[in-house]
């Protein structure tokens, strides 16, 4: 570690300059009938497409990258689901890059309201390549094209956004008369724990998990913002759920109209969100609306409501319709049929009481309290008539919940907890994003630090990881990419601290990928300092308020990378080009550009320092071109097209020209 550590302070003091010759592909090889693939590009950021939220009456203007006179024709193939159809569109030259090695291309879409789907045919004399979402081929693909949606965009807020998520008992007890006290109540049949901060969260002999509590609480959080927005820099924070509920966990909603007393009730909701507002910052809150709690009034298993009769209590309720009932009173849908604790909301048809009811709620926690979106719990599961979900019912659920929520606040964000491909929600007209466990937390975790994220042995190569994200990638359309959550960690799986070992390298390395990559950074609580845990409860220990401060260089590092990404749009919505990879010595390279900025980041995922040739020509960087890494402050001088970077092991590397 020391010698890690002297080697960054070493490069900060030191200034590099390479002098390499560009690889033998990236010279021009002019119209030969042969396509150079490594010239050929598009993305959906704004480099390449003018529109990246067309309207129906945009058309839609699209550059496409190849070498400097390699090509004899480029031609736009779209598919129109307005009438079943493919389209062409050729392509003529535009312009020339900075550099002259490549040009750039340009054809536009006719505007109109319908959904399309394009991919690009490049000809030079007799040789033709095909290029999509999954990158350049030598066949005609027939999946993983561009996406062009008209009418679907994601909150602008979100794209910029660096977002902490925070287990409201375990980050910080800001009023300890609220507290949920040893033996408070009984809940399925167990009493509930009062621990002192710090403790192992697993509950005692006789006690249960979910019912352990340490006091944390809304006031916790509005005490240590300055901790969230002004030393780390978030702009955005998620909160687990906070309405009232016997558990710790609370996602067994037992009210929907109240926040839980023991986390400060609605007068702090309104307190923290000011505040939060006041420092330039939105809050999301976590939605549980696929299924409720037994306490809940509508349901009502333990007469917790005197005054209301649910549908576990009578067949005669006026909420029995609300639920699924196989054989009245004790057979009934629940979460995943698994956990009798949480019924699960029967949505029925359009028009329904429940539908009413859930899309009621979300409105007004955004108009009478002025959150600012939701995170929608096991949304793909939610139905009618106690079916599974990811069905039509399920997304006409979610298109209502969109066109009622959207209709209170347009900027208001929905992303659903989903953990494989979201692509059927995120495709305009229900979420905006997803919890991208797929294409963001399980890649990160196999290749840094050899496990998944139940923390079981899985590993993979740096070219095995860029094609797991470029895959990924290619399931959703950009306004859906920028706003994706990516997270090391959450609630539901082991820390990544405990998966890297302990070893706070690899926290820096994931650090430095997680805040250049696509998409919303997710920072569970307590990640930011690598803090470990298991499996649940683990995985939601208290927060340890001794590591809060950049002292801490893991916090310190968290900090800045969040500044670095607030300073160049190119890290938040700029297009992504793979620079390079290197299985033997665990280097990967990709580039980061819009107008304003070309960025290179090179990441080592090796315990040994490596030097790694960057392609700057690659992101248009003109030879003589400084390029400044935004971590240690080296300057790099571009030569050749190229630099040459060398990054301390479990570490990374920011070339910002």
Known sequence: ???????????????????????????????????????????????????????????????????????????????????????????????????????????????????????????????????????????????????????????DWAKNAVEYQVFPDRFADGDASNDVTTNEYTYLGQPTEHKAWGAPPAADSGYANSGVFFGGDLQGVDQHLSYLTQTLGVNALYLNPIFTSPTNHKYDTEDYSNVDPHLGGNAALQTLVSGVHGAGGHVVLDGVFNHTGEWSPWFDEGNQWPNVTGAYESQSSPYSSYYTFQNWPNQYSSFLDEVPSMPKLDYGQSGSAVRQAIYGIAKTWIQDYGIDGWRLDAAQYADACGNGGSDATNHQIWSEFRTAVKGVDSNALIYGEQWGNANSWTSGGQWDGATNFDGFTQPVSEWITGKDYSNNAASISASQFDSWLRDRRANYPTPALDVMSNFLSNHDITRFGTRAGGDIWKTYLAQIFQLTYIGIPTIYYGDEYGMQGGTDPDNRRTFDWSQATTSNSSVALTAKLIGI??????????????????????????????????????????????????PAYQLSVTDGSTMTDALSGTKYTVSGGNVTVTVPGHYGAILVQ
């Open 1 to 155: 570690m020391k010698t890690r550590r002297a080697l960054i302070a070493l490069l900060a003091a030191a200034s590099l300059t390479a002098v390499v010759a560009p690889a033998e592909s990236s010279a021009a090889a002019g119209n030969d009938n042969n396509v150079e693939w490594d010239g050929l590009f598009h993305d959906q950021g704004p480099l390449y497409d003018n529109a990246v939220e067309p309207t129906c009456t945009t058309p839609v203007k699209l550059d496409f990258r190849t070498f400097h006179t390699d090509v004899t024709r480029v031609n736009i193939k779209y598919y129109d689901t307005a009438d079943s159809a493919f389209h062409t569109v050729p392509m003529s030259f535009d312009h020339n890059d900075a550099t002259g090695r490549f040009d750039l291309w340009a054809g536009t879409i006719p505007a109109s309201c319908s959904p399309k789907y394009y991919r690009f045919q490049v000809t030079d004399g007799t040789a033709t390549a095909w290029y999509n979402m999954a990158g350049p081929s030598a066949t005609e693909p027939t999946q993983k094209d561009f996406y062009l949606i008209p009418g679907f965009s994601t909150p």
């Open 565 to 614: 990404r607030k300073q160049y749009s190119a890290l938040r919505t700029g297009s992504f080009l793979t620079l390079g990879t290197d299985d033997a010595t665990g280097m990967y390279a990709y580039g980061r550009m819009d107008a304003s900025h070309r960025v290179a980041v090179v990441l080592n995922n090796d315990s040994t320092s490596h030097s790694y040739t960057v």
